[in-house]
Each structure stands twice: as C-alpha cells, then as structure tokens.
T-cell receptor
Framework: EPEVTQTPSHQVTQMGQEVILRCVPI?????FYWYRQILGQKVEFLVS????????KSEIFDDQFSVERPDGSNFTLKIRSTKLEDSAMYFC????????????FGPGTRLTVL | AQSVTQPDIHITVSEGASLELRCNYS??????LFWYVQSPGQGLQLLLK??????LVQGIKGFEAEFKRSQSSFNLRKPSVHWSDAAEYFC?????????????FGTGTLLAVQP
C-alpha cells in the first residue's frame, strides 16, 4: 500500500540555522500539506500546496517558511532561520482529489532547535 | 471559526471493555469528519471518516463513529478494546467546498489500556 514518507525522522539544529524537511507524497496525489504538532499541543495546519503553488497558509507560516516541489516526487518545507519555538513534530500529508478526499499522513519529522 | 473539542485528555479502560471517545465540532455547514490514531513514534493513521450519507460509519480495527448533527458530535466507539489500541486519538474536521480542505484537529485523547 502506498504511503507518505518523510526524512529525516529526527533533526537537531542550532537556533538561526536553516533546515529542510523532506516528504515524498503518494505518487498520484495532487494536494500536499504540512502540519506541525508542538509537544503536548494539537496538530496545526501550516500550508497547502497545489499545482505548484501555495493554495492556503496559516498565520504560523510566515516569511521564515517556504515550500517547494523541486521534482515530481519530493515536497519540502524549509525554515530559513530556526527559532526555539519551531521545535515540533512536522507532518506531511497528501490528498488525491478535490473535495473531501482523505489526507494521508507521513510518520513525521521531529525537529529540535537548540 | 471552525474548531474541534475533545473533552477527555486521558482515558484508561480495561482490556475487553467498551470505549467511547468524545468529539464535538463547530462548523457552519456539514463538515467532513475524521478520526486519526497516532501510536508512539508513528504518524497519523486514518481510522474512519464521514462525508455524507449513513451517519454511522465503520472504520478499521473494529472502530465506528456516529455523526449527530443535532449535537455537533462525532464520537468514536469500540465494543471491546484490545491492548494494542493504546494510542492517542485525534478527531478532525475538514472544510467542505474549499480547495484546500485543510484539517482542524482536536487536542487528542490519550488512551491507556489496562490488562
């Protein structure tokens, strides 16, 4: 069964450093998402991406964040200058169709900013 | 604004006992509703979903949920819990008609299963 994959599983970085989190969505999916979960808090929507552009972003997704689909398979989230409060689990998700089709989530990348 | 409330942060049940996890949502129209489960160190796995039609939906691992519009609820149930069901459970609502269909999650309910 196809699944969403994410690398790395755990990333440790120093404050102010750039990080890139990688995701490989399910191959025939068209909509891509990033969510994050700060420890002990709820899963929060960051951004959605369709047709090579951002379709919606949350207030969390400021200028320090960017997303890219550099090729036909990868979907990346870049944080330009990490802050302590960026420490969280980051989930990638993908969806096949418009409407209420199900989002399938990857296993997550735990980002720790020191 | 859309929101999801899971009033129970932590629930402990005995193996073999029945389970009900509560979820209430706030949304202006009929939403799409989901239950996801997260085992330690794992991602979010879809248990079941409601889009329309029959208000009682069946999911994987013997779970079911019932959509009650009058109560704005989508409670998750299982008649007999197994030790492997110990995990965190998230209820989520998805926007209907929007292109992005972002999910709004509740805070989760952590389920512990006693032998």
């Amino acid at each position: 069964e196809p699944e969403v994959t994410q690398t790395p599983s755990h990333q440790v970085t120093q404050m102010g450093q750039e990080v890139i989190l990688r995701c490989v969505p399910i191959s025939n999916h068209l909509y891509f998402y990033w969510y994050r979960q700060i420890l002990g808090q709820k899963v929060e929507f960051l951004v959605s991406f369709y047709n090579n552009e951002i379709s919606e972003k949350s207030e969390i997704f400021d200028d320090q964040f960017s997303v890219e689909r550099p090729d036909g398979s990868n979907f990346t989230l870049k944080i330009r200058s990490t802050k302590l409060e960026d420490s969280a689990m980051y989930f990638c998700a993908s969806r096949r169709l418009e409407g209420g089709d199900t989002q399938y989530f990857g296993p997550g990348t735990r980002l720790t900013v020191l | 604004a859309q929101s999801v409330t899971q009033p129970d942060i932590h629930i402990t049940v005995s193996e073999g006992a029945s389970l009900e996890l509560r979820c209430n949502y706030s949304y202006g129209a009929t939403p799409y509703l989901f239950w996801y489960v997260q085992s330690p160190g794992q991602g979010l796995q879809l248990l079941l979903k409601y889009f329309s039609g029959d208000t009682l939906v069946q999911g994987i691992k013997g779970f079911e949920a019932e959509f009650k519009r009058s109560q704005s609820s989508f409670n998750l149930r299982k008649p007999s819990v197994h030790w492997s069901d110990a995990a965190e459970y998230f209820c989520a609502v998805g926007a209907v008609g929007g292109a992005t269909n972002k999910l709004i999650f509740g805070t989760g309910t952590l389920l512990a299963v006693q032998p």
